[in-house]
């Protein structure tokens, strides 16, 4: 985007302060010097940034920056004819007065600058600027004939090689192995089946065998077996959440709107509904034209929503949600250009592309597309979009500024895709006509943009580099036949799952992913696909897997999507995850899911120790592991034995000796006598007490009944016995007189001394406020009323024992009304020991806390962590 | 007292200490060897310095809610003459309705060697007044919040792009592969726009901000998964060894690949960031001293915490005031300005102290603004609002105050100036992609030449726009 004024902003306010100390044209200023000092500033100020040999393709074909180009004008008439001001178009420009060339569009020029450049033209405009000798600027992409770039050009079966390698089992392999035989490339030989089929698992479901499955599968015989098993894979639901999920990524799926305004709803009503028709389109087979169809069009292919087609339209909608309708509408032509297409038209937004044939033109013509259809309030699905009563083309915004409009871009397809004599859209918004154009069986990118897509999930490496931009910078595969073979095929079929199957038995999907140094060498991308490629698991994969290991994991499929960042949260598979775009949880940061803000082409993978942190950790692996190695199929049995059992469960194989003995020697050592960092929650408890008038503690019970985030004395709320009486994070009410005191009891672990401070206080004016006591067994060491107050109090330290509390204890002071009260307390507990435990009143607030949760791993736990969270588990070969 | 250079070289010395004491073979330590390079965010910057680099750290204290400039930084006598009368300047449009001119409640004197004006209300921070380039002639785009903070954290009001601190770690790499290269403290929870703020957007997500709600106190509670319940360290140290062999196993039957390498010292590093991370954020091991000069209160501690953090090579600190937007003071400015700057002044002067004392002071800078300013006129009372009040002040993006401070920048100036009243910037006007410029160049880079290839082009923190403010450089 460009906008005139910035680069000379400074220079701009100078200027503007002389020109306004020196008033106009002086009698004794030459028309020289008058154009040197005061036009030629303004003009390079304001204008030349667009106007100019320099701006590249000059705003509206006109040039500022020499007199002939002034004169000669753009489009709409010279700019400058001297002496004469109507005629001159600059002066009607710069004085807003000619609707749609307002300039500069940034703002209008003060007064005394217009003034000059009147004066300038009504004294016979003297300019000796001569034309700037540009240098011979590159050819615009426009220029270029979109058929010499090989993306552009339908793609044509390719005659096999003549000589096919005798164990081909797929053209493709053929075409590879010839190419790579140039290149002096050896195939590798294909990898053994208990590696084939833990590839297959993690490709077509995200999942891993069981020991059971591989034993079956590597003991099988039959000829067909291994297409069996890709057969049962495909055939599967799972088969639909894993390619469900990446398409996902395409479409920048989320569950929120992202930033609203305040008290906003944020929930993209309907978001689990696209997630859903996703998995199903994909679990089903539905063909890639129809998906593409429903997606734009699904308010003509099933308007009333009766086989569910129509929350596809998410794929336009479940996009963020921005305040300006052009920046949403910016958003949906990127998800659809990039999405389907591997056209990056959102480039065009403010100027042609600087590297494609696509003219700004053709982004407003899509623009104009969608522009021409709404979402209505009460339409069959919350995602839906239809065409508007009376939809119309947009006007091309020069620079992308709304105020700065050019020419009509009628609503078409896109310019380097069109033929020269086809119609333009006429059909309502263009929506439905749109989509006939980006699925008909010729053309020449959606077909290739999608197998491309596929093969990248499945190999592991793409055939086009960048799988979401296929312009013309963008290089041929290092094999186009495959590409072109596979891309035929697929726009003949349409069938993904055909495709998919295609893939998986050719032999280049089943070679091992280990070669010489010599090979590594030579192809280090592997782009001649001699070897298989070794993956890492996505966090999806990783996270089912483990969960599927450790025998937790739900099959149930769609519906409300689930926060699976928190403790205790639902096992179910992550594509089912509650997505929050705005403040997406650190994990899927962490792990690399595909950016809620945009069309993902290609994940990330990075390392980083937060991913290491959380699978040593966090709560959510811990309960995870404890699960894996309670399972019933994990018996007890001697070391040994579990070892070949966990290695089983887990690894989906049988140890090798050295690996029994690193278990066994690792499962023999004690656990550490000190033990694991004490839950700080543990040490809090909260209760009623009796207390005498002094402030002692007589009798203690613990509140019974945690609700609504706080702890209380009964259901009932008052309770009929202690009234209001209740402790939350930060604030609590007592129960009346002394009968109803309410403590927070933090426990020492160990003789020292404990130091608190904080701040503690009462906020209503009536009543006697409330009495605040920190007690120690019988000690009473701090006393204080708080009544309408908010008293910070600094560091008081006191010794305690072990089995001791310190108590802060809050009584009614007398009168049982307007008691509410807050108090914040950290507590630093240093114990002869050596250790030194810090809490925090409010961070450590909790309700009941399972008795389990505190349970220190055994070691048997541990190891079977250990194998979790290895490299083994993580990648695949 | 630790340098930068002596803690990199005690991690040094304590990764080869654990590599032994982990009792792995020289296979093992050779292999580790490679490790530091192929680490995501380690070590090694990802882009070339254009220049020589002024500053390696930032910390940016985002006073959000828009600080009123004429109250603090940018001293404007005229207001006196024109209290209770029509601005001169006439009122600029802007978010509400705005009546005549207020006066500044506050005193203003001068500071240091320079003489620069500085109210009251950080007459503190103005110890420092020699150490800094105090812009006067700040602008933006528009006078609502959102997209301001958008502006000035992304130089994008609207679309999706990476804020400053993403870029600055994407082009200069992490200094301390233990803690995360870009940090955003705010006590109490997060501003307006929330995590768009410190957002990568379309760059890698391990430049984007780490965001820790700064009231907390305890690590646990800073950063995710820190510590175990679960498992004692002694116990962990021993998994984690033989997690080592495992995976050493495991790699020796495949083909070297820089990911298995990398994955098996983030164990490593995961393991030593529960102690470096716990230490960094723990402000109570600060001798007595340095804590009473910072204060009390949730500003002093996160300032003292962000003095750590850079101490430990994180490159980006972002101390945002606090949740929501405190400084918006539509009515009733002197008392919240007063109480705001109360929690604010006293840390400021002492982490500039601090960071001089340390000698970190010419390697850090220090960026002190907010979002936009406020207007000199009067916000008229609305319903719901400001209801029965005139004593506020509305937003203002024609002109406003930021200062820098610290590595590479020229102090005991003024740079620019709004008009008679404070209303626009009107000399040597700095908008805020200019600043943006100017931050990327005193970290040594070009801010045209900081690039990120997406979708087909090359974006910029800059987009098409900035010039470099050249005054602010020393």
């Given at each position: 985007m460009r906008s005139f004024a910035p680069n000379c902003r400074i220079a701009f306010s100078c200027v503007a302060a002389f020109l306004t100390f020196c008033g106009v044209s002086r009698a004794d200023e030459s028309p020289l010097d008058f154009f040197e000092?005061?036009?030629?500033?303004?003009?390079?100020?304001?204008?030349?940034?667009?106007?100019?040999?320099?701006?590249?393709?000059?705003?509206?074909?006109?040039?500022?920056?020499?007199?002939?180009?002034?004169?000669?004008?753009?489009?709409?008439?010279?700019?400058?004819?001297?002496?004469?001001?109507?005629?001159?178009?600059?002066?009607?420009?710069?004085?807003?007065?000619?609707?749609?060339?307002?300039?500069p569009p940034t703002g209008k020029l003060p007064d005394e600058q217009i003034q000059l450049l009147r004066d300038w033209i009504k004294t016979g405009a003297e300019d000796p600027r001569e034309e700037a000798t540009a240098e011979p600027k590159a050819a615009s992409p426009l220029d270029r004939d979109p058929a010499s770039h090989w993306a552009f050009v339908t793609p044509l079966r390719p005659t096999a090689p003549q000589s096919v390698n005798a164990d081909a089992r797929d053209v493709v392999d053929a075409f590879f192995v010839a190419a790579a035989k140039q290149q002096n490339l050896q195939p590798e030989s294909v990898a053994d089946r208990a590696t084939l089929i833990r590839r297959l698992y993690f490709d077509l479901a995200g999942l891993v065998p069981s020991i059971t499955e591989t034993d079956e599968f590597v003991a099988d015989k039959h000829p067909l077996a291994y297409?069996?098993?890709?057969?049962?894979?495909?055939?599967?639901?799972?088969?639909?959440?894993?390619?469900?999920?990446?398409?996902?990524?395409?479409?920048?799926?989320?569950?929120?709107?992202?930033?609203n305004f305040a008290g906003r709803e944020r929930r993209l009503i309907g978001s689990e509904r696209f997630r859903d028709w996703t998995i199903a389109a994909f679990a089903g087979d539905m063909p890639y034209d129809k998906m593409i169809r429903h997606q734009l069009s699904g308010d003509r292919t099933d308007p009333d929503n009766a086989q569910g087609n129509l929350d596809a339209m998410g794929f336009l909608t479940v996009g963020r949600l921005f305040q300006n309708k052009f920046d949403l509408v910016d958003d949906r032509i990127d998800v659809i250009t990039r999405g389907l297409l591997g056209m990056t038209v959102a480039c065009a937004r403010c100027h042609d592309h600087k590297f494609d044939p696509i003219p700004t033109a053709d982004y407003y013509s899509l623009a104009g597309i969608l522009l021409s259809s709404e979402q209505p309030e009460d339409g069959s699905s919350p995602l839906m979009m239809r065409d508007k009563a009376e939809p119309s083309d947009e006007r091309i915004m020069l620079r992308g500024q709304s105020g700065n409009r050019g020419d009509v871009a009628p609503r078409q397809f896109l310019t380097a895709l069109r033929k020269a004599d086809e119609p333009r859209f006429d059909d309502g918004s263009g929506r439905a006509q749109l989509a006939d154009r980006i699925t008909a069986s010729d053309n020449p990118l959606t077909y290739r943009v999608m197998v491309n897509r596929l093969w990248t999930h499945l190999i592991g490496q793409s055939l086009v580099q960048t799988p979401s931009d296929f312009g013309f910078r963008t290089e041929p595969p290092a094999v186009p036949e495959v590409l072109d073979e596979l891309a035929t095929d697929f726009a003949e079929h349409k069938s993904i799952k055909r495709m998919v199957r295609r893939i998986v038995t050719t032999q280049t999907y089943q070679r091992q992913s280990t070669a010489s140094d010599a090979a590594m060498q030579q192809d280090p991308e592997n782009r001649f696909a001699m070897r298989g490629n070794l993956r890492r698991r996505d966090f999806e994969s990783q996270r089912d897997s483990m969960l599927q290991v450790a025998g937790q994991l739900q099959r149930v499929t769609g519906g409300e999507p689930v926060d699976i960042s928190v403790a205790g949260a639902p096992p179910r598979r992550t594509v089912y995850a509650f997505i929050d775009r705005q403040n997406l949880p650190g994990l899927f940061r962490t792990f690399d899911i595909a950016s809620p803000d945009a069309h993902t082409p290609q994940r990330h993978y990075t390392t980083i120790p937060q991913q290491s942190l959380f699978m040593l950790n966090s709560p959510l692996v811990m309960d995870t592991v404890i699960h894996a190695a309670s399972s019933p199929v994990v018996s007890a049995g001697d070391d040994r034995q579990w070892v070949e059992q966990v290695f089983a469960r887990v690894l989906g194989r049988v140890p090798s000796?050295?690996?029994?003995?690193?278990?066994t020697d690792f499962l023999a050592v004690a656990l550490s006598p000190s033990g694991p960092m004490p839950d700080p929650r543990r040490q809090w408890s909260y209760g009623l007490a009796t207390i005498d008038p002094r402030g002692f503690i007589h009798q203690w019970q613990p509140f019974p009944v945690f609700e609504r985030d706080r702890w209380q004395a009964s259901s009932t709320y008052p309770d009929p016995v202690f009234g209001h009486a209740q402790i939350a994070a930060e604030r609590g009410h007592p129960g009346g007189g002394l009968g109803g005191a309410v403590v927070r009891r933090w426990s020492a672990p160990a003789d020292g001394t404990v130091t608190v401070v904080g701040v503690m206080g009462h906020n209503s004016d009536q009543g006697d406020g409330v009495r605040a006591t920190f007690a120690i067994g019988e000690s009473v060491h701090w006393q204080e009323v708080q009544k309408s107050s908010h008293r910070p109090y600094d560091a008081m330290t006191w010794p305690i024992k072990q089995g001791q509390s310190l108590d802060l204890i809050v009584d009614d002071n007398g009168s049982p009304s307007f008691d509410s009260y807050f108090w914040r307390t950290q507590i630093r507990f240093e114990g002869h020991d050596g250790r030194t435990i810090e809490s925090s009143s409010v961070d450590d607030f909790s309700g009941p806390l399972a008795d389990d949760a505190a349970r220190v791993l055994s070691r048997r736990e541990q190891f079977t962590h250990l194998l979790m969270i290895s490299n083994e588990f993580a990648f695949v070969d | 007292m630790n340098s930068p250079l002596s803690i990199e070289k005690r991690n040094l010395i304590d990764r080869r200490q654990m590599l032994r004491s982990c009792g792995m073979g020289m296979g093992m330590l050779s292999l580790a060897h490679l490790m530091p390079t192929s680490i995501a965010g380690a070590g090694q910057p990802e882009i070339a310095s254009h220049?020589?680099?002024?500053?390696?750290?930032?910390?940016?204290?985002?006073?959000?809610?828009?600080?009123?400039?004429?109250?603090?930084?940018?001293?404007?006598?005229?207001?006196?003459?024109?209290?209770?009368?029509?601005?001169?300047?006439?009122?600029?449009?802007?978010?509400?309705?705005?009546?005549?001119?207020?006066?500044?409640?506050?005193?203003?004197?001068?500071?240091?060697?320079?003489?620069?004006?500085?109210?009251?209300?950080?007459?503190?921070?103005?110890?420092?007044i020699d150490s800094m380039a105090v812009i006067r002639s700040m602008h933006a785009d528009v006078p609502n919040h959102e997209p301001s903070l958008m502006l000035m954290n992304t130089g994008d009001s609207q679309l999706i792009r990476p804020s400053m601190g993403s870029w600055l770690t994407y082009g200069l790499g992490s200094a301390n592969e233990n803690l995360p290269a870009f940090v955003a403290l705010s006590p109490g929870g997060y501003p307006i726009k929330e995590s768009e703020n410190w957002r990568a957007a379309f760059l890698p997500g391990k430049y984007q901000g780490t965001f820790i709600d700064s009231s907390h106190q305890r690590v646990e509670r800073l950063i995710e998964n820190i510590t175990n319940n679960r498992i004692a360290p002694e116990d962990q140290r021993l998994a984690l060894d033989l997690l080592a062999k495992l995976n050493a196993e495991h790699a020796a039957k495949r083909d070297d690949d820089p990911r298995l390498q990398a994955r098996i010292e983030s164990f490593e590093l995961a393991y030593r960031m529960q102690s470096e991370a716990?230490?960094?954020?723990?402000?109570?091991?600060?001798?007595?001293?340095?804590?009473?000069?910072?204060?009390?209160?949730?500003?002093?501690?996160?300032?003292?915490?962000?003095?750590?953090?850079?101490?430990?090579?994180?490159?980006?600190v972002q101390l945002w005031h606090g949740a929501g937007q405190p400084w918006d003071n539509h009515d009733d400015l002197e008392a919240r300005h007063r109480e705001l700057a109360g929690q604010c002044d006293r840390g400021i002067a002492a982490l500039l102290d601090d960071l001089k004392r340390i000698g970190l002071f010419d390697e850090t800078l220090v960026i002190w603004g907010g979002e936009f300013g406020r207007t000199p006129t009067v916000e008229l009372p609305k319903e719901g609002s400001n209801q029965g009040k005139q004593n506020g002040r509305d937003h203002n993006h024609y002109g406003f105050t930021m200062w820098l401070a610290g590595g590479g920048v020229k102090g005991g100036q003024a740079i620019g100036a709004t008009d008679e009243i404070g209303f626009r910037a009107v000399e040597d006007r700095v908008h805020v992609h200019d600043l943006h410029a100017t931050i990327l160049r005193l970290m040594g880079f070009d801010h045209k030449r900081l690039t990120y290839r997406y979708a087909g082009r090359d974006f910029r923190l800059t987009d098409v726009h900035g010039h470099v403010v050249d005054d602010v450089i020393a």
């Open positions: 000092s005061k036009i030629r500033p303004l003009l390079v100020e304001h204008c030349y940034e667009c106007h100019s040999a320099d701006a590249g393709e000059a705003g509206g074909n006109l040039r500022l920056d020499s007199a002939a180009a002034t004169r000669r004008g753009g489009g709409r008439g010279a700019a400058v004819v001297p002496g004469n001001l109507d005629e001159s178009m600059l002066i009607h420009a710069v004085g807003y007065s000619e609707p749609g060339m307002e300039m297409d069996r098993l890709v057969d049962k894979l495909i055939a599967a639901p799972e088969f639909g959440e894993r390619f469900g999920r990446h398409w996902m990524d395409v479409a920048r799926y989320a569950d929120t709107v992202g930033y000796e050295p690996e029994l003995q690193l278990a | 220049f020589p680099v002024k500053a390696k750290y930032v910390i940016h204290l985002f006073a959000n809610g828009g600080p009123s400039h004429i109250d603090t930084f940018d001293y404007k006598p005229a207001l006196d003459d024109f209290h209770g009368k029509t601005a001169p300047t006439g009122n600029l449009k802007t978010e509400r309705p705005t009546g005549t001119v207020m006066r500044s409640p506050f005193k203003f004197k001068q500071h240091g060697q320079s003489g620069l004006y500085v109210s009251e209300l950080f007459e503190q921070t103005a110890r420092h716990a230490d960094a954020f723990d402000v109570n091991r600060e001798p007595q001293a340095v804590l009473d000069a910072y204060g009390p209160g949730d500003q002093a501690r996160q300032m003292l915490i962000a003095r750590r953090l850079v101490e430990r090579g994180v490159r980006y």
